[in-house]
Structure formats: structure tokens, C-alpha cells
Nanobody, 115 residues
Framework: QVQLVESGGGLVQAGGSLRLSCAASVSIFSINAMGWYRQAPGKQRELVAD???????NYADFVKGRVTISRDNAKNTVYLHMNSLKPEDTAVYYC?????????WGQGTQVTVSS
């Protein structure tokens, strides 16, 4: 069982920055990949970025150049650094962990970007 706790969301003006954190209850060495998804009202949940155990990263086209995903293995934490935020980035952001057999989700953190 993996528990994921997100933090760092909030209200920010367009053009601003936020850093989201996702703390895992287990060593993230045991997790194949971790990532961030987001879901805006009335829309499907979509991948923002993910990072593998080997530090391979993958970004959605709509955030490339504005977002960086990173991991701190000593703290069992994955970060999402977001810059140049846009109102359309407003959503609940969810941390995701994929093990060999299961997928785990955090409770989500709200990001609101005002124009």
C-alpha cells in the first residue's frame, strides 16, 4: 500500500509559479514511475508529467518548457515545478504512483490561476 500526500497548491496570478510536492509513504525506489495528473471541472483527468525510477521524464505538450518534474529519493518526494502559469492550468492536481501491480493516487491539490 502506498499513500501519497500532495501539497503546494494554491491561488496564483497568471505568469506566476508554484511548486507541488508529493510525499510517498514508501521508498520511491520501489515505485516504477511517479507522476502528476490534473483534472479541470468537466474535463477528464490528464497526464501532466511523469518520471521513472531511472529518472526518465515525460511531459504533456501543453506544459513543455513551463514545467519540470523531479524527485528526491532521500525524502521519498516528487516535485512539480510550474512556471509561467496560465488560467487554463487551473485544475486539481493529483500525484500518481505506479508499482508493478497497482496504481495509487493522492487526494489532489487545487491549483487556481487568476488572469
Amino acid at each position: 500500500q502506498v499513500q501519497l500526500v500532495e501539497s503546494g497548491g494554491g491561488l496564483v496570478q497568471a505568469g506566476g509559479s508554484l511548486r507541488l510536492s508529493c510525499a510517498a509513504s514508501v521508498s520511491i525506489f520501489s515505485i516504477n514511475a511517479m507522476g502528476w495528473y490534473r483534472q479541470a471541472p468537466g474535463k477528464q483527468r490528464e497526464l501532466v508529467a511523469d518520471i521513472s525510477r531511472g529518472d526518465n521524464t515525460n511531459y504533456a505538450d501543453f506544459v513543455k518548457g513551463r514545467v519540470t518534474i523531479s524527485r528526491d529519493n532521500a525524502k521519498n518526494t516528487v516535485y512539480l515545478h510550474m512556471n509561467s502559469l496560465k488560467p487554463e492550468d487551473t485544475a486539481v492536481y493529483y500525484c500518481h504512483a505506479k508499482t508493478q501491480f497497482y496504481n495509487y493516487w493522492g487526494q489532489g491539490t487545487q491549483v487556481t490561476v487568476s488572469s
